[in-house]
């Protein structure tokens, strides 16, 4: 499995009521703002709009109603092709893990896998049958469920890593939409620029068309080598990051669970966590 949104991803629901409504798939409800995206949303903003403005050609020179269509709608054409409608969709909504990191916190897991597995040495594995059934995350709850009834400790560990390979396929998948958009868009671009000087020879004489030709071609180079590298590849390494970083959040409750079954000292368990926790 790989190992990334670069800092632990995706972790465990919000308490909530809200939050646990709007992730039913058992997916970290939004934390705080992610100051680094912003960051950088905010500076490649700056390099395009700032550099057009200190360029002295203006802000109305980035705007080409053509140069959009052939670049943005014709990536979003290309993508739809690759992918399957549902793939698309789960990587427009992972966007929400760029400019929000998700609430994931490691060492309070960590702190709560050592608490079962007090509470199973002292009662039994039994013990945590209450506490299954009010685990809000689902894939939790699965791990304390198959601790109740009993599971073999590595038929319980390939359970629990086919739910979590299958998620980090399917987010994987979600992730490398934008990564084809990045490699679409300057393709694109330069499609648009072709275009445009199709227009441009075949209107030399006629002066006045002469300008939107020129302006269609160099505008949507500009379209598709900024939006491929300042939006479209930044974000699909973020999203992989933050995919790979939930699959080592997931990987560390399962050993803490797996810990659990084989009815291991809980000193031992938090001190075989927190190994985890330098992955963040």
Request: avoid cysteine; proline fraction near 4%.
């Amino acid at each position: 499995m790989s190992a990334t949104g670069e800092s632990l991803g995706a972790g465990p629901e919000a308490r909530d009521g809200a939050g646990a409504e709007a992730q039913s798939d058992g997916r970290a409800a939004p934390g705080g703002l992610d100051v680094a995206s912003m960051a950088g949303i905010g500076l490649a903003l700056f390099a395009i709009l700032g550099g057009s403005i200190l360029k002295g050609t203006g802000l109305a020179a980035l705007w080409n109603v053509a140069a959009f269509v052939i670049v943005i709608v014709g990536t979003l054409a290309a993508t739809l092709m690759q992918f399957r409608m549902a793939a698309f969709k789960h990587g427009m909504r992972m966007f929400s893990w760029v400019i929000r990191s998700p609430a994931n916190d490691p060492a309070e897991a960590v702190q709560k896998i050592v608490a079962w597995s007090q509470v199973a040495r002292k009662e039994g594995l039994l013990g945590l049958e209450s506490t299954a059934e009010e685990e809000p995350d689902p894939f939790l709850r699965k791990g304390l469920q198959l601790l109740v009834d009993g599971s073999e400790p590595e038929m319980m560990r390939n359970i629990l890593e086919v739910d979590i390979m299958t998620r980090e396929a399917k987010d994987n998948q979600g992730a490398k939409v934008y990564e084809s958009m990045g490699i679409y868009a300057p393709t694109l671009g330069i499609i648009g620029a072709v275009m445009g000087l199709i227009a441009v020879m075949g209107n030399l004489a006629d002066p006045s068309k002469l300008g939107s030709g020129i302006a269609t071609a160099f505008t949507a180079t500009i379209y598709g080598i900024a939006s491929a590298n300042l939006f479209f590849l930044p974000v699909g390494q973020k999203l992989k990051n933050a995919v790979a970083a939930d699959t080592t959040y997931r990987e560390m409750l399962v050993e803490g669970m797996v810990s659990i079954a084989h009815g291991e000292n809980p000193r031992n368990i938090e001190t075989k966590l927190n190994g985890y926790l330098g992955a963040d």
